[in-house]
């Protein structure tokens, strides 16, 4: 092994603890924290008053506007395959 290889080695094993160690702490805090104690709750507190759960109150620039229709983005495979291949 050259200086090279060990230097490599030693910066990817010491990269490897260091975001080990730290995905394990954070982890950690989340059980002590209870953030893992309430799922429900948690995915509805990004909604408020102004924006009730389950309806949409944004739209796609340009898109005529109905009152109680829900915008839809025009196809973007108008010939029906998708770029990938269908997959």
Do not use: C, Y
């Not at 603890?17 to 805090?29: I, P």
């Not at 949409?56 to 109680?68: L, Q, S, W």
């Amino acid at each position: 092994m050259t200086a090279v290889d060990v230097a490599l080695f030693v910066n990817i094993a010491g990269s490897l603890v260091l975001f080990g160690g730290a995905a394990v702490l954070a982890l950690g805090w989340a059980f002590r924290a209870g953030q893992f104690e309430n799922f429900d709750q948690g995915s509805k507190s990004i909604f408020g008053p102004d924006e009730p759960v389950g309806e949409p109150t944004d739209e796609f620039p340009g898109a005529p506007h109905e009152p109680g229709a829900v915008p839809r983005a025009e196809d973007p495979h108008p010939s029906g395959v998708p770029a990938s291949g269908g997959r």
